[in-house]
């Protein structure tokens, strides 16, 4: 019961709906990093996935492509809660840079799949 309490409550601070989402990433702290390829959720804020390694800092640049959009969506993040889950490692990362037409399309795009699943 306590369980289900918990992801109950956890679904209700949830601004907006998270979306399954394949991602780029790259430390900011490493100025040649290599951008890794991330399976995880975007959200209108921001974008969560399960990692083997931290990165070096908090802050991390985003790509990624989203239906019918020509251009990559491309963000600066923060991250702000890690937390260890069995083999890997949860990040939350919330949106610090974002240009408003990114921004317009993945709302339009969390609209659409919310449709959809209507």
Known sequence: MAEKKKKQTEDERRDSPRVPMSFL???VGLRDGEWEERQGDLSLGGISWRGKTAPHGTEVDVRFRLPLVPKEVRARGEILRVKAAGVGIDFHLRFTELDVRAELAIARFL?????KQD
Do not use: A, G, N
Request: proline share 0%.
């Open 25 to 27: 990433v790259r430390d």
């Open 111 to 115: 609209d659409e799949w919310l449709s």
